[in-house]
């Protein structure tokens, strides 16, 4: 299982080098941005698990940040822990108001950092979302990257593990093509949505011989949805 992807927004070097190194010390992998610009950028590429954000940036606020992206389906769900001098209990409310997660006042000992980093992970992590996942006798391994069903390995692509993984971990709801690449593949990847239903169809040949690619299913006019029920 990978370390989980921590994106550190703040425009203070010397912040962002001290939380530097105690994250990668307590085994978490670190993106950097110094703005709310190159933020967005970083999380359009690959979603973090969690957002450390701070109040005051350059240019747009860690505020209307924090907002835009909640109001976002792609980034809605990634937590934010808010980094700030601002410690009254009003601004408190207010980053909490916007969807933060947590809020850590400045200074801070890296210490409380990273136990409210673990903290905010574990509440808002799906716990299906690591481990096994089961549905009608398919298993998905997340830590050993394996598909079985009956004791029989599933081979497939990594792609494939991709959307399967996702869709184990969001069942019965469906998702336009559009939706699954920004999920799946992230949302600056340069990928047409005909690719969508390639991989869809490779899934589903993986699944053939168990029987599973019933699971799979194509809602006319919307997209797809994994689901037990025909």
Same mark, same amino acid.
């Given at each position: 299982?990978?370390?989980?992807?921590?994106?550190?927004? #703040?425009?203070? /070097?010397? !912040? &962002?080098?001290?939380? =530097?190194?105690?994250?990668?010390? *307590?085994?978490?992998?670190?993106?950097? $941005?110094?703005?709310?610009?190159?933020?967005?950028?970083?999380?359009?590429?690959?979603?973090?698990?969690?957002?450390?954000?701070?109040?005051?940036?350059?240019?747009?606020?860690?505020?209307?940040?924090?907002?835009?992206?909640?109001?976002?389906?792609?980034?809605?769900?990634?937590?934010?822990?808010?980094?700030?001098?601002?410690?009254?209990?009003?601004?408190?409310?207010?980053?909490?108001?916007?969807?933060?997660?947590?809020?850590?006042?400045?200074?801070?000992?890296?210490? #409380?950092?990273? /136990?409210? !980093? &673990?903290?905010?992970? =574990?509440?808002?992590?799906?716990? *299906?979302?690591?481990?096994?996942?089961? $549905?009608?006798?398919?298993?998905?391994?997340?830590?050993?990257?394996?598909?079985?069903?009956?004791?029989?390995?599933?081979?497939?692509?990594?792609?494939?593990?991709?959307?399967?993984?996702?869709?184990?971990?969001?069942?019965?709801?469906?998702?336009?093509?559009?939706?699954?690449?920004?999920?799946?593949?992230?949302?600056?990847?340069?990928?047409?949505?005909?690719?969508?239903?390639?991989?869809?169809?490779?899934?589903?040949?993986?699944?053939?011989?168990?029987?599973?690619?019933?699971?799979?299913?194509?809602? &006319?006019?919307?997209?797809?949805?994994?689901?037990?029920?025909?």
């Amino acid at each position: 299982m990978s370390n989980p992807s921590i994106l550190l927004v #703040e425009d203070e /070097a010397a !912040i &962002r080098e001290m939380v =530097r190194l105690a994250l990668e010390r *307590a085994g978490f992998d670190l993106t950097e $941005a110094g703005d709310a610009a190159s933020a967005e950028r970083t999380i359009a590429d690959q979603r973090p698990d969690l957002l450390l954000l701070d109040w005051m940036l350059p240019g747009e606020s860690g505020i209307e940040l924090a907002r835009r992206l909640k109001r976002d389906e792609y980034s809605q769900e990634i937590p934010i822990i808010m980094l700030t001098a601002r410690g009254d209990e009003e601004d408190r409310v207010r980053g909490l108001e916007v969807g933060a997660d947590d809020y850590v006042t400045k200074p801070f000992s890296p210490r #409380e950092l990273i /136990a409210r !980093i &673990r903290a905010v992970l =574990r509440r808002s992590r799906n716990p *299906a979302a690591d481990g096994v996942l089961v $549905a009608e006798g398919l298993q998905l391994d997340s830590s050993s990257h394996r598909v079985t069903a009956a004791d029989e390995t599933i081979l497939m692509g990594p792609t494939e593990f991709r959307l399967l993984h996702f869709f184990m971990t969001h069942p019965e709801r469906v998702y336009s093509r559009s939706q699954l690449l920004d999920r799946v593949w992230g949302r600056s990847a340069f990928v047409e949505e005909r690719t969508v239903d390639v991989h869809i169809r490779r899934l589903r040949k993986a699944l053939t011989p168990s029987s599973h690619d019933r699971l799979i299913q194509t809602v &006319r006019g919307a997209g797809y949805r994994f689901s037990i029920h025909d």
